[in-house]
């Protein structure tokens, strides 16, 4: 049981390139969910979705964008990248609202 | 707006030690409360849920506790191992969408 499969693990970009970070659970789950992790900060919410064609902003969203074509894939797009999205990207998923979140492993982006 | 804090930053303990970490949020209204542990350069496994209702929850050597009227939760590590070094994180729940509000987390040492 592979859980939540993030592509790539590590990407070097240049300032104004756009990339999409791909994620994929094999666990039937209707919530995923993108964060990114700063230096010495928690984990913010990019964006999010509770199923299939259903996506909302969370409190950080400017400069990305999602789609969730699929009960598996939940992608986060980088338009015009910028030094400050330079982060650790994760992405999430759960069964339900309220049930156990299981994390991927994790996308290093830098942006030079 | 939730905010979640977590004392100590770090903490260094000699192996066989028994501890407490803390998380603090300062609105109760929440669904639940996850602890995650992180290794260096990994993504996040939970350790424990609590939910709203409960007041604690166990797994092996782990114990985590939740009183929502406080803001606090703790997490218990029994006698502590090196393998037990990471760092730990503590989210909470706060809407019906499932994403987690993040404390920075306290980076834990176990020297043998």
């Known amino acids: 049981n592979a859980g939540v499969t993030q592509t790539p693990k590590f990407r070097i970009l240049k300032i104004g390139q756009s990339m999409t970070l791909q994620c994929a659970q094999d666990?039937?789950?209707?919530?995923m969910y993108w964060y990114r992790q700063d230096p010495g900060m928690g984990l913010k919410l990019i964006y999010y979705?509770?199923?299939?064609?259903?996506?909302d902003k969370g409190e950080v969203p400017n400069g990305y964008n999602v789609s969730r074509s699929t009960t598996e894939d939940f992608p986060l797009r980088l338009e015009l990248a910028a030094p400050s999205q330079t982060s650790v990207y994760f992405c999430?998923?759960?069964?339900?609202?309220?049930?156990?979140?299981?994390f991927g492993q994790g996308t290093r982006l830098t942006v030079v | 707006k939730q905010e979640v804090t977590q004392i100590p930053a770090a903490l260094s303990v000699p192996e066989g030690e028994n501890l407490v970490l803390n998380c603090s949020f300062t609105?109760?209204?929440?669904?639940?409360l996850q602890w995650f542990r992180q290794d260096p350069g990994k993504g996040l496994t939970s350790l424990l849920l609590?939910?709203?209702?409960?007041r604690e929850q166990t797994s092996g050597r782990l114990n985590a506790s939740l009183d929502k009227s406080s803001g606090r939760s703790t997490l218990y590590i029994a006698a502590s191992q090196p393998g037990d070094s990471a760092t730990y994180l503590c989210?909470?729940?706060?809407?019906?969408?499932?994403?987690?509000?993040f404390g920075k987390g306290t980076k834990l040492s176990v020297k043998p």
């Open positions: 999430a998923s759960s069964y339900s609202w309220d049930t156990e979140a299981f």
């Open positions: 666990m039937n789950h209707n919530y």
């Open positions: 979705s509770v199923g299939a064609g259903i996506t």
């Open positions: 609105d109760s209204a929440i669904y639940n």
């Open positions: 609590i939910q709203s209702s409960q």
């Open positions: 989210a909470v729940g706060t809407g019906s969408q499932g994403n987690l509000i």
